[in-house]
């Protein structure tokens, strides 16, 4: 049998061939009826596109993947609806690749990974993509990625990225506790590997000096960025002998800890005790009191780095593309909810 | 220059022959050292495997689509993480599909999704894994696919899946409240185009009539699997002039709504409503008191789900490979936690 040409696939499913190459090359705004009636044809004929065409392009597949380690389920699957819908706008598929970050071996695991399933680029996010000899290795074998990183400014090193102002917005959260009257406020740190937790302690830090509070280590509890772990912060800072009056969680799961913390404790959350967390997760508005937090933006600031990565890819495989849009910062925002409160006094 | 083979791979990565095959094949039990090492050699030796060998295997690919529309965050996760685990053990990769199951053109979106992407099969869940037509319009086109439905058995209907009997625990949590005393028990649905939904309603009915108490249909409330919709649907109950003493949510977000709207309304929990969830969620344990619910391990049920897939991939394409498993039933557990109790007399 004669193999199937681009001209047979236009022909049965009654489009012009340019539709059918723009189904074939995945680009956007192809109606969805029409790609489905262009891939079925392309299944029906057993089309092949032509090899060499495609290596013009530089063997590119329409598959990217996205690396993280981060126990938060919420913060993963707001991570995934932002890179999914930039996938969705251009076209691409998504893989999934939850890895261990202290592997030894994560440079080669992670190539393999992108050898193995044909992926035309990496979106790394934290902490990985905070590893500046992973980062590097990827890039020497040629691998695209973008990176997801926590920094008060671009860090402009030829690699694209996006940052999030964690110091700034963990400032905003501290400045509004000390405006409400607290003075002693304890501080729970997330995950050291990830640089959002040295961040976010920085803004915490910065804040009570710029107010001229003296930083009391015994308030400062390390840990990692879940309920566990804040709940059992929490538990130490209570029952110091002069507890604090107001904590701060580095992120929202932390807090959710601190509040089954003070609860169980029979705290009176915010009267005796405010707690404050960090990334608007669904569980900062569900909780009872709902909780002061940063609004990270997770969902936007995937699908921007998403962007970014794809726009590369484009600008790459076609001469005509427009230019990539820059690295863009996000400053997350304060957002106060009720279990933030000025002390009542007994 | 000429083409490399695959002793060229062996030989670079000093290797044996078989060690290149079962890395090319994705077979499990190649040590992660050994797999980077070889995958190196065939990315810088630009090894192609022989396309006619791999047609043999039917032009299989190593990688599978999970296809979910669900609005639980904490159980696409769950999901996520079974499927990745049996993923794991053989070697595939994942890519993730959010779906709008009422899409009209459902069937076409899905086959394109695996033709365009190369899909080896697909996980489908609930509520697309139990339209029967769109199951029937994938496996026409030859789709290998495994459906995660609710039933209390397995349909033997000749195609893979594996079932979860939500009535049979929904029962259980219903005869628990009932042993409790309680005669007047709400019941919050999920959403409608979710079988489980009907089913867990079916074990809640089933087990007021096997204790002779009739049922209200004033204390029956629809909705969906979300958060709001159980604080929503609480609220009408809690405002009812008789309200029940126990409402249980057909998942725990649902729960979690209601023990929301509980204390908005300053309702004591559990002394003046018992609350039961179901799936066992992070916030069933987490939340103040943790919720009563039905343990429907997911994560297990997903990987079950995948290893069958991929055992029908493998029979597929290897004619020595073991017989696949069967199909498996699940009966989540009751878990009795501090948010029901026997109502406290005023």
Known sequence: MRRATIKDVAERANVSLKTVSRVINNEPSVAQATRARVTQAIAELDYEPDPSARNLRNGLSFVIGLVYDNPN??????????????????????QIQPVDST?????????????????????????????????????????ALVRIIAATEDPDDGLPCVY???????????EHLIQLGHRRIGFLWGGPQHRSSSERYAGYEKALKDYGITVDQHLVVPGDYTFDEGFRGARRLLALQEPPTAIFGSNDEIAAGVLAAAKSASVDVPYELSIAGFEDSPFSRQSWPPLTTAKQATADIARQATRLLIAGLRQYAYVDSPTPPRNQGFLPQLVVRGSTAPLRPR
Chains 1, 2 share one sequence.
């Open 164 to 174: 999030v102002d964690d110091r700034g917005a963990a400032y905003e959260i501290t």
């Open 73 to 94: 389920p919420h913060h993963i699957i707001a991570m995934q609806k932002g890179v999914l819908a930039a996938c969705r706008e251009t076209g691409f598929g998504l």
């Open 103 to 143: 592997s030894p071996l994560l440079a080669d695991e992670l190539a393999e990974f992108v050898q193995r399933s044909r992926l035309a680029g990496l979106v790394l996010t934290a902490p990985m993509s905070e590893r500046k000899e992973l980062v590097d290795a990827l890039a020497e074998r040629g691998i």
